[in-house]
């Protein structure tokens, strides 16, 4: 079974794969990251996907 951070590992993959293919984030900005801790990067990554959430809201309500 996965560990915890096993986990968060794969899902921080798997959101990267995500904002890259969306063009919501450049591959600059992703080595950037990678050079500070893994708690700036994954709250990075999470204010990334929730303004991108707010986005897709506010479009589809006007």
């Known amino acids: ?3 915890e ?3 968060k590992v794969n899902c921080i993959s798997a959101a990267i794969g ?3 293919q969306h063009n ?3 591959h600059q900005e992703l080595d950037k990251l990678t050079k500070t801790n893994y708690h700036v990067f994954y709250h990075f ?5 929730i303004e991108e959430e707010f ?3 506010r479009v ?3």
């Open 55 to 57: 986005s897709k809201d």
């Open 5 to 7: 951070e096993d986990l």
């Open 45 to 49: 990554l999470m204010d990334k996907l």
């Open 1 to 3: 079974m996965l560990g």
């Open 24 to 26: 919501i984030i450049t």
């Open 18 to 20: 995500l904002l890259i």
């Open 60 to 62: 589809v309500q006007t």
